[in-house]
Nanobody
Framework: QVQLVESGGGLVQPGGSLRLSCAAS????????IGWFRQVPGKEREGVSC????????YYADSVKGRFTISKDDAKNTMYLQMDSLKPEDTAVYYC??????????????????WGQGAQVTVSS
């Protein structure tokens, strides 16, 4: 069974940076499209970024484009989300996820099969 364990969340000042990690076990990341999502209380989970499994193409929500970077290390079976120039509106619980059916990723939570436990990111002065 696939398991995803997240780490790297925390409190950061506006303009700062954080890197989230998501370590996979039970399978290898190269079989999946990978994605990062976030959710704040009372709102639906929204897509932040994803990477397709076939050609490694990446996609970003407009709200994070140019500030966030998705990546993975197949040797470590770990995916990452580098978050720079953080803003208070980036405050949320962030989730990593894997999608097993389609090679091309989409930023739709209901397309994903496996989820991490979530990591709180708080951007505040």
């Amino acid at each position: 069974q696939v398991q995803l364990v997240e780490s790297g969340g925390g409190l950061v000042q506006p303009g700062g940076s954080l890197r989230l990690s998501c370590a996979a076990s039970g399978s290898t990341l190269d079989k999946y499209a990978i994605g990062w999502f976030r959710q704040v209380p009372g709102k639906e989970r929204e897509g932040v970024s994803c990477m397709s499994s076939d050609d490694g193409s990446t996609y970003y929500a407009d709200s994070v484009k140019g500030r966030f970077t998705i990546s993975k290390d197949d040797a470590k079976n770990t995916m990452y989300l580098q978050m720079d120039s953080l803003k208070p509106e980036d405050t949320a619980v962030y989730y990593c996820a894997l999608e097993s059916i389609q090679a091309m990723c989409v930023l739709k939570p209901n397309e994903y099969d496996y989820w991490g436990q979530g990591a709180q990111v708080t951007v505040s002065s």
